[in-house]
């Protein structure tokens, strides 16, 4: 056994202590030494806050207590494809998403395409002048995209976003509307731009999670410039404090796929309340001049399995992960963790949101499926069709767009995602390995 591992106890129940040797193990703890005292006594103390052992010796004077812990930071894959309460557990999470599915549609509002960091990749910033929706349609499309939904008995969700959506000139008073009117609504923003001031506003307001950008511990610098580790670190800690459940978006491509991976130890030590998968869609700026190689299907689903391992390992430590990338669905099913035919049954419907329960408004004014999918435009602001179609934003689902997925047994609960296959009804996922 490392010496460092070792607890000295005086005079401890042995319950007293399991508490103590959870806490001591727990990354979260910034303590480099714990104790624990009763009645000025000295009751046990560690040097070590990452136990990695198998065992714990607990050394009573007059009494030996060997107690076994199971060291849950290195088990492996086969360790989690056997183990059925975790299955359960993830399958449970895609019943749950399967619900929502039904259940709960988005509105997407890009307030503004002005941003000061300007992504290589990103979807809405161009190097044009900045536009801004109007304050008033923003609200109008909130009114009546929420009592559409109530009347069909829907959950109404807005994302708001940008560009940065804090350098939007009526965000203040966006924050003052959306509380007013008890909407939920979540925000993605750039911590660069954050200040105390604006950070009180959406905390007031309700926001429901703020989601943020990483790019990798060394990546970050490169590619999210003034969004620095730093300041994602600050703004994960004051929000959390407020409350606010913060997801650390991973912004995948090639470039940074085994960093953001080397990058998950920092992840943990700084428990965003949960990580979420975006890969990256040649879409907006990025083009293959400044983005020659996709990730190939092989190493994306290495990703994948790598990531559901750390989860597996970490997730007592509060390593939590959203599972938002639809190809998760044919992998979980391909290695037996979900049982295919818990999904495959009548009325369950995953997979790709786009027009099906959730609508994009950009910063240009137009109604289109998914930030990922600028065409077609299915309306505008101004046009008569504008606010039906906001109305209704199921639409049926549509074999035409599945088309390359349709002879796919997953088809229902998976269809890939086209904003990566740059739109096309034609191309498959081009990280789908089926
Ligand atoms: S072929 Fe389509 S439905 Fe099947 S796994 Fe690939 S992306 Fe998903
Ligand atoms: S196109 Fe991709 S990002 Fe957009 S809703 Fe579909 S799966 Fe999601």
Redesign the pocket.
Known sequence: MDQESRINVAFVNIYQIVPYIEYSNHPRSQFKKCMIHKNNVSYASAQNRSLQCDQLFLSIPGLSYNMEYRNTMNRTFDCLKNDMSFKQHITGIFLGKAFDFRTKHILEIELTNRCSIGCFYCGATTESQSVFLDFDTVCHAITHFSESCQARSIVPHFSVTGGDPLEYPHFERLMTFLKSRKIHFSLKLNPSTLTETIHDMIAEAGCKTVKLTFMGRDSQKTYRKTDTIEKLCNATRRFKADKIPVVWHFSLGEFNREDLLCSLGFVLENQPTAVSV?RL?RVGKLNEKNYPMDILPESYKSFLKQMLLYYYNHKRHGFDLVF???LWVPFLCEENIISASDLLKPGIRL?????ER?LVLTYAGELI?????PEPVLSQIGDMAFFDILGTTTGKPSPIDDAPCMPCKYQPVC???????Q?SNAMKDPQCWL
């Not at 997979?351 to 027009?355: F, N, R, S």
């Open positions: 975006g869609a938002k990338d639809k997979g790709c949101d786009a027009k959730l499926r998914c930030g990922l999918l269809r890939g995602c086209k904003g990566v296959a739109g």
